[in-house]
């Protein structure tokens, strides 16, 4: 499940658009009202701004007076859906919005528990996008009803971070565990079409990746240079900073990637790893201890491993694949998807576990042995070979959040 949210000046405009009446709609029979929070007689979209200007005009002014929220459920969780559904899923995810405190690094509180419950929004279901994907969209007052703003520092952390916790809570697939399972084919595709290319040329790889149905976001600088890009892919978006191996797809490296594949000896692939990361002490891997992990099951989730040059489609317990995700949380760690995937293979037996330095003595299950212990369950396990992926490749935390 997916959600954005953003405070905006342009409220009027959102309100219309959510209610259908914006003349954008060409199918407002397919928007539907989910429900209404301090609003009386279901009005309609002058109705919902003027009610949310009497609320702000008795207080000071704000600039960007209304906050509007999406929010995406992935269709098969929603398929049998009615408007009580809809209803509940949306007060989970207040709830859930509602409570968080989001702090800095150095500790303090940057953005405080804002309250929704207390204030004026409105709340309608779309079915009329491409595909007919339905979604929530909600426009909400800025300002609650005892004159409190509701802060939007990081509002967008605050609306990811709420759609995990409730898809958790459901036992549904989360956006990281979404993104996990698809970066490996947006490197695929990167590297398919670099090694297809007979000459580098930017316009070639990125019209290769828009014929793939990828969107392409340039960034230029004010002069018109090219300085980095990102790929979307649904409601994925993939930074290339994220992608690849040692950062080897970002723009200022593309050409040298390019060169390695088609001239140097030995084909760079996507499981190979730069001699700084990876490690030396790793044994040979094996494939048979994997078989177990081939089989769908009622807790696990698909996760698509590329190793030692081979597709591995495995079925991974939620609750392991939820460790990793937790431990490595793509948001704060930059090679994320390295180190899970060591953690994924040392944990299905495709890779032998690496002799690290424990640190500590103690033994027994909780030290780090290089095998598995017979006593341990799947989530010791887990976390183990969490740790051990962290000592062997190291987390690199990203520089800053960003919007």
């Known amino acids: 499940m997916i959600a954005k949210a953003k405070a905006i000046s342009h409220g009027i405009n959102a309100i219309r658009y959510i209610t259908g009446e914006s003349q954008h709609k060409k199918h407002p029979e397919k928007i539907y009202r989910v429900l209404d929070n301090l609003l009386h007689s279901e009005p309609d979209a002058m109705g919902i701004w003027n009610s949310m200007q009497l609320t702000l005009s008795q207080h000071r002014p704000i600039k ?8 995406s459920p992935s269709p098969e969780h929603t398929q049998f859906y009615d408007i009580e559904d809809w209803q509940k899923l949306w007060q989970e995810f207040a709830e859930e919005f509602d409570k968080q405190v989001i702090t800095g690094k150095d500790g303090k509180v940057r953005s405080c528990p804002t309250n929704l419950a207390g204030s004026k929004y409105s709340v309608w279901l779309h079915t009329e996008s491409k595909g007919e994907v339905p979604h929530l969209h909600a426009a909400v007052c ?7 703003i509701n802060n939007d520092h990081n509002i967008h952390l605050r609306a990811q971070r709420a759609a995990e916790r409730v898809a958790k809570k459901r036992g549904w697939t989360t956006a990281a565990q979404v993104r996990n399972s698809n970066v490996h084919q947006v490197n695929r595709d990167c590297m398919d079409i670099l090694k297809s290319m007979q000459s580098w040329s930017w316009e070639e790889y990125k019209n290769a990746l828009i014929r793939k149905g990828y969107t392409v976001h340039e960034r230029e600088d004010k002069k018109g240079i090219l300085h980095g890009y990102a790929l979307v ?27 390695k594949l088609h001239y140097k000896s030995g084909v760079t692939t996507l499981n190979s790893k730069p001699e700084d990361i990876q490690p030396k002490h790793i044994q040979k891997p094996s494939a048979s201890n994997a078989t177990r992990y081939n089989t769908y099951r009622s807790d696990t989730v698909p996760y698509t491993l590329n190793h030692e040059g081979k597709e591995h489609r495995l079925y991974i317990p939620g609750k392991v694949l939820d460790c990793f995700n937790d431990e490595f949380d793509y948001r704060f760690v930059s090679n994320c998807k390295e180190l899970t995937d060591m953690a994924v293979a040392i944990f299905v037996g495709l890779l032998d576990t690496p002799n690290v330095a424990t640190g500590g003595g103690g033994g027994g299950p ?5 095998w598995r212990d017979k006593d341990e369950d799947n989530l010791q396990w887990a976390r183990r070979c969490a740790r051990i992926a962290s000592r062997s490749l190291g987390k690199k935390p990203k520089t800053g959040l960003k919007r």
């Open 366 to 370: 909780q030290s780090d042995l290089p």
């Open 233 to 259: 892919n649904g409601n994925t978006k993939y930074k290339a900073s994220e992608l690849g191996v040692g950062r080897n797809l970002m723009i200022s490296k593309l050409p040298a990637t390019w060169n």
């Open 64 to 71: 960007n007076s209304v906050i509007r929220i999406e929010l």
């Open 142 to 148: 800025r300002m609650d009803e005892n004159g409190n």
